[in-house]
C-alpha cells in the first residue's frame, strides 16, 4: 500500500517582522491565532531569508536556492529559464504546487523565447509562474499607472460594487476624509484611515477565501499538494479596513531600536543608507508613530483571517493531514537604525518568523517546543520534498530538509546563515557611484558574529552576544577579537562562494558514471597489457569491439 | 552600407603544450606553419584554461564562462539547458558558429525533456552541440566497448577500404609490429609503431579535410561564421602515421621538470595525485621516453596539415577576412613534476599556446609581437563576438574582449587568471574519502603568485619569480611573504567568488528599469503629496489611474 503523505500550507506575508507576534514577544500585538499554530509546531527563533527584500527572498524561497546560483537578485529581474524549482521537483513525483497570491516572478520572456516555449503552454505557464499552478496569482500592488495590474481582485471589487478604475487603489488601499474625500496609502500621511473597504473584502480575506477555495476543491483530488497562501500585508501601502485601522496606537509602539551613535557611522555604504530618502522619512518620530500602528492592525487583521482559516480546516478534517508553515519573505525597519523599509541585514529585516506545525505522529514530541537552530528559507522547500514524499536533489536545492528538527532527531547542522543584497538600483549606489555590477552585500552569521561584506568597502561587523541590538560596528576594530572573528567568516563566506552551485546536472547516475571511465575503454598511463589487467581486473583483449551500431 | 565583419577560424588541438612549439621554445620540434601564424599575428605567453581537463574547459571556452558559472565541472557531465553560448549570441547577431571536429559536449537531455524541447529540433540540436550548427562532430575517442561512437570518419575510412569493427581503433589508433600483428595505441608501449593508416587518411588530415569543405561551401553564404576546427590530436591515444612516428627520439625529449623534493611534498592532495596511477605511470622514465617522441611527431603532423590549410585558404583569399585563432584546450605533465596526463595547475598543464592572427589594417601595429597579458579561454567567445559585430553580453559572458590587445590599444586589463578543477572522480578522492561535494579545486594567478584553494586542506603555492619551475610549495610557509601573499590572493579570491555570475537576465534594459520605480507609481515613505513631487518632479495627482486593460 502506498505511503500516503500530507499536504503542505505554505503561509507567507510580506515584509512581516518577527517579533511583530505575541508568540514572538510582542508586548501588545496579541496574535492568538498564529500562536496557537505554534503550541502546534515549532517556533523557529533564528530563521533567516536569502535576501532582505521581495523578489530575490523570494526566487531564493520557491527555488530553495541561494541568489548567487539563481541570479534573480532584485525585484523584475527574471528568474531565468531553466532554474528548476519546487514546483518542477514536486511535479516529477506526482505532486504540485499551487499558488494563491502573491510570487513577485518575472518571467524569462526572451529565455522562453530562445528555447522555443511558448508562454501559453503548460510548460510555458509553468516556467512564468515560477513552477506553480497559478490557482490565484496576484503580486498585490497595483499602482495606478501600470495597467496590467488589474487583477481578479480587481473584479471580484466590481462585482461587490465597488467600482473604479483602479478598486485595488480607491478601496482596499485608499481611506476617507472626515469631508469623504479619498486618500490613497501610497501616502503615509494616510495610513490610519479606515481603508475604504469593509474587513470581508479587502486583500486578506479575498486571498483567504481563494485558499479555502482551492482546498476545498482539492478534496477530491489526489494528487499531494502544497499550496502557497501568499499575502501581500502587511506590506505598505499601509492601511487597514476598521475596526482595525484604530485597535492600535502610540502608547502599543515598542521604542525604537537606535542610538545616536549609529548616525555617527565612518562606513561610506551605511551612511548612504542613513540619507537614503526612505530611511530618512522613517527616522522621523512622526512617521513611524503614525505608521505603525497601522503595521499592527494589518498583523492582527491577517491573525484573525489565519483563524477563521484554521477553524474551516479543522472542520472540514483538513488539518490532521496538512503540514501548515507560516512565515514572511523579509522584515520592515520601521525606523530602527534610523532605516525605513528593509534591504539590509539587522535582525529585523532579514529575520523572519517561522512556525511549522507537522500532524504527523513523529512531531508529536516537537509540539509547542522552539528550535535554536540556525536555518534558512531555503529549507522550506527540501523540507516539502520529503514530506510530500519527492527524492531529494542535493545536486539542485541548496536548502537542507528541516525535518530532523520536526521529528526531534539528529540530522540537522548549519554552522552558517548566508543572505544576499543587489543595491545597483538605489540611490545609495548613485550617491557612491558604485557600479551596477560591484553594488551588492553578502551577510553571513554563525548565531553570535554577524560579518556583512561590502563589495569595495571595509566589513561591517556586530557580536550579537555583547551587542543583541546591534547598535555597534566592530568592522574596522582593531581588537584582536574582531580581527579573529572577521577573518573566520571571511573564510566560511569563501567556503560557500565556492562550493558548487551550478552543477545541476550532476545527479548520482551523471557522478556514478563519470568513475568509470577506465572500464568504458578510455584508458591512459597503461604501458601494456598486463598493467591494464591488474589495475582494473579485465584482460585487455576482452575489450571487444561492438561494430556499427 | 552595413559594416563587412571578419570570419573567425577557431583552431584548437586537444592536449598541446604551450611549449611543445618552436615559437613557444622547444628546441628541437619545428612547427614552422604555427610559427608564421604567429608571425602574422599576436602571440599570447600567459594564456590559461578555465579548468585543467578536456570537457569543463571547452564548456567554459564554448560559452565563455567560468567552471563555476556554467556547472559543467567534468567531462561527460552535461552542460544545463538554458546555458548560453557563443552561438546563440552569434545566431542573434545573423553569424553562426560551426563546428568541425570536437567539443566534448553533453546534452542535458532531462533538462530538454523537461522544457519540451525536442531533441531533433533545430534548437534541441543546437542545445545538444553546445550551440554550434555540426558540420561535423567528432569528439575522436572511440574504445571498443562503446558502440555509439561510431562517426563519420569511421564511414570515410571504410569508404577508402579500411574495413573493421572499428575503424578508428584498427587503423588510427594502432600500429603493426614486426609480425604484422595489431597492437592499440591505448597501451603506451605501442606509441612508437606507425599508425596503421596513410598520413592522409589520419584523423589530423580528415578534420583538415572537413574544415577545408566547410570554408569552401561557405564562400558563397553571406552569414559571418566563426568555423571551430577541433582536432582531437595530440591526445592520447600517442600514435601517428609515418613519416612522424620516427621523426623524434629519445635525444629530442627536453629534460623533465621536476625534482626529489617534489615527491615529499607534505600536501595530503599532492601525495594523493603522485601515487594516483596515472603520475605513477608517467614518472617512469621509460614511459616518457617512449612516448614524447610519438607526441611530438603528432604535433609535426599538426603543423604540417595547418600549413596545408593555409595554404588553400590563401589560395581562395580568405586568408584577408579570416581571424585565425590557434590554441589547445590544456597541456599535458609527460611526467614532469612525477604526474601524468592533466587535472592540476602546473604550467605545462593550465596554460595554453593562444595564436591570433587578425588580417584587419587595425592589427597591422601589432602583427609579429608578444602579450604578457593575462588572458584567459574565456575571452576568446567576447573577441570572436565582437569580431562578428555581435553586441557584448556583460551580464552573461565573463570573459574579456581581446581585440584592444590585437589592435594595440588601451582597454584590457586582468589582474588574475582563475581555473577550476572538479575531482570527485578521481583515485585521489577515493584515497584521500573526499565527499564528492567537497572535491574540488581552484587556482588564481597574478602573473606571479599562483595559489591554489584545495577545499578541505592548506593551499598550495608558488612563486613564479623565484621558482619559474613550480618546485617549492610555499603554502604551508610560515615566512611573512608568503603569509602575506596567500592572504591577498585567497581575497582577491573571494572577490571573484562572490561576483555576479548567474544574473544572466541583467540585460540593460531591465537594470534601467529597475531604477525607475518610484516613477511608476510604486511608493514608500513619502509622508504627503509635497513630499513625492519633491522627489520625484511629477505629481501625485498626475499618476492617473488606467483602468481596465
Not at 494563491?100 to 509562474?129: C, F, N, Y
Not at 497562501?229 to 476598521?242: Q, R
Amino acid at each position: 500500500m502506498a505511503e500516503k503523505h500530507p499536504n503542505v500550507l505554505w503561509i507567507m506575508a510580506d515584509q512581516l517582522r518577527f517579533d511583530y507576534l505575541s508568540c514572538y514577544g510582542h508586548p501588545h500585538l496579541h496574535t492568538p491565532h498564529i500562536d496557537a499554530l505554534a503550541k502546534r509546531g515549532v517556533k523557529f527563533n533564528k530563521a533567516y531569508v536569502q535576501s532582505p527584500v521581495c523578489g530575490p527572498s523570494r526566487m531564493s524561497a520557491y527555488t530553495g536556492r541561494y541568489v548567487r546560483s539563481h541570479g534573480s537578485t532584485w525585484n523584475g529581474m527574471p528568474l531565468r529559464v531553466g532554474e528548476p524549482t519546487l514546483g518542477d521537483h514536486l511535479r516529477q513525483s506526482g505532486a504540485r504546487a499551487v499558488l494563491v497570491g502573491k510570487t513577485h516572478m518575472t518571467a524569462d520572456a526572451e529565455g522562453m523565447a530562445w528555447l522555443g516555449i511558448d508562454p501559453k503552454s503548460e510548460i510555458g505557464v509553468s516556467r512564468s509562474q515560477c513552477g506553480f499552478d497559478p490557482f490565484e496569482r496576484d503580486d498585490g500592488l497595483h499602482p495606478d499607472s501600470l495597467r496590467q495590474n488589474w487583477s481578479a481582485y480587481d473584479d471580484y471589487l466590481e462585482a461587490q460594487g465597488y467600482k473604479s478604475d483602479n478598486p485595488w487603489g480607491d478601496f482596499a488601499n485608499s481611506g476617507k476624509d472626515a469631508d469623504g474625500d479619498l486618500l490613497s496609502a501610497w501616502l503615509l500621511k494616510n495610513s490610519r484611515l479606515a481603508a475604504n473597504v469593509p474587513e470581508e473584502h479587502s486583500e486578506t480575506a479575498y486571498m483567504t477565501d481563494r485558499a479555502i477555495a482551492f482546498m476545498q476543491g482539492a478534496i477530491t483530488d489526489d494528487r499531494p499538494w502544497v499550496c502557497h497562501l501568499s499575502y501581500i500585508k502587511p506590506h505598505w501601502p499601509y492601511i487597514v479596513p476598521a475596526p482595525y485601522h484604530d485597535m492600535y496606537c502610540e502608547r502599543d509602539i515598542v521604542d525604537p531600536v537606535r542610538s545616536d551613535a549609529e548616525r555617527d557611522t565612518s562606513h561610506p555604504l551605511m551612511r548612504a543608507y542613513l540619507d537614503a530618502r526612505v530611511c530618512k522619512s522613517f527616522s522621523r518620530d512622526m512617521v513611524r508613530e503614525h505608521v505603525i500602528p497601522a503595521y499592527m492592525g494589518l498583523i492582527k487583521q491577517l491573525d484573525d483571517n489565519l483563524g477563521r482559516l484554521f477553524a474551516w480546516m479543522e472542520s472540514k478534517g483538513l488539518s490532521d493531514n496538512t503540514i501548515v508553515a507560516f512565515t514572511s519573505d523579509h522584515g520592515d525597519y520601521m525606523g530602527d537604525h534610523w532605516m525605513g523599509d528593509k534591504d539590509f541585514y539587522h535582525e529585523m529585516a532579514v529575520k523572519v518568523p517561522l512556525i511549522i506545525a507537522d500532524p504527523r505522529p513523529e512531531a508529536d514530541r516537537t509540539r509547542g517546543s522552539v528550535s535554536e537552530d540556525l536555518v534558512e528559507m531555503i529549507d522550506l522547500a527540501p523540507t516539502f520534498m520529503a514530506a510530500t514524499g519527492c527524492p531529494p536533489k542535493p545536486h539542485i536545492v541548496e536548502g537542507r530538509d528541516l525535518t530532523p528538527i520536526l521529528h526531534g532527531k539528529q540530522g540537522f547542522s548549519r554552522r552558517y546563515v548566508i543572505s544576499e543584497h543587489d543595491y545597483h538600483w538605489s540611490e545609495m549606489a548613485r550617491t557612491l557611484e558604485v557600479p551596477q555590477e560591484d553594488a551588492h552585500t553578502t551577510m553571513i552569521f554563525d548565531g553570535r558574529w554577524k560579518y556583512i561584506r561590502c563589495e569595495g568597502f571595509r566589513p561591517i561587523l556586530f557580536d550579537l552576544v555583547t551587542d543583541p541590538s546591534e547598535l555597534t560596528d566592530l568592522g574596522g576594530s582593531e581588537d584582536t577579537t574582531h580581527i579573529a572573528a572577521r577573518a573566520r567568516m571571511e573564510s566560511a563566506l569563501l567556503t560557500w562562494a565556492t562550493r558548487h552551485h551550478s552543477r545541476i546536472t550532476a545527479t548520482s547516475e551523471v557522478l556514478d558514471r563519470q568513475k568509470k571511465s577506465a572500464q568504458t575503454g578510455i584508458l591512459i598511463g597503461f604501458w601494456d597489457e598486463a598493467e591494464y589487467e591488474e589495475a582494473s581486473g579485465i584482460a585487455f583483449r576482452d575489450l571487444k569491439p561492438v561494430g556499427r551500431p
